[in-house]
């Protein structure tokens, strides 16, 4: 059973209750605050990565418009790519446009195989409830 952030506030709420009710229980340690403690931490985990896999999600589909995207200059890239390998001539322009503009500049990062890979964990995960 995975509990919402609703229930752990008001066990939370409740066990310090309890505490105050029960002047021998306000001086000794209470395993339920680490356990909600816990819960809390799962959760903050959590939201950070639902984060994760909304940024993976923007990049893949992205790059998923920009397929479809015909341009004047493909033809000479695609010959450069297929002459220098397409890896050497992202790496190069990469590197030449942060030279030369800084932090404008694109980043080339994961293949679009390791972005699908991460969000099928992220989702067989969250189908099992992150257990």
């Known amino acids: 059973m995975i509990l ?3 229930q752990v506030a008001e066990l939370r709420a409740l066990n310090e209750r309890h505490r105050k009710n029960d002047s021998w229980m ?5 395993k ?3 356990i909600l403690d816990t819960i809390d931490h799962l959760y903050a985990k959590c939201a950070a990565l639902e984060k994760v896999k ?4 923007f990049i893949r589909d992205i ?3 920009r397929a479809k995207v015909k341009a004047p200059e493909d033809k000479e890239i695609f ?3 297929e002459r220098l390998g397409y890896g050497a001539v992202m790496d190069s322009a990469g590197r030449q446009w942060r030279k ?3 932090i404008a500049a694109h980043a080339v990062g994961s293949c679009i195989g390791s972005i699908e890979a991460a969000l099928a ?3 067989a995960e969250e189908k099992r409830g992150f257990k």
Request: charged share 35%.
């Open 100 to 102: 030369k503009s800084g």
């Open 4 to 6: 919402s952030r609703e």
């Open 63 to 65: 790059n998923d418009q």
């Open 32 to 34: 339920t605050d680490g």
């Open 121 to 123: 964990a992220y989702d």
């Open 54 to 57: 909304v940024e993976l999600e």
């Open 79 to 81: 010959e450069l790519c």
């Open 26 to 30: 306000s001086h000794s340690p209470d």
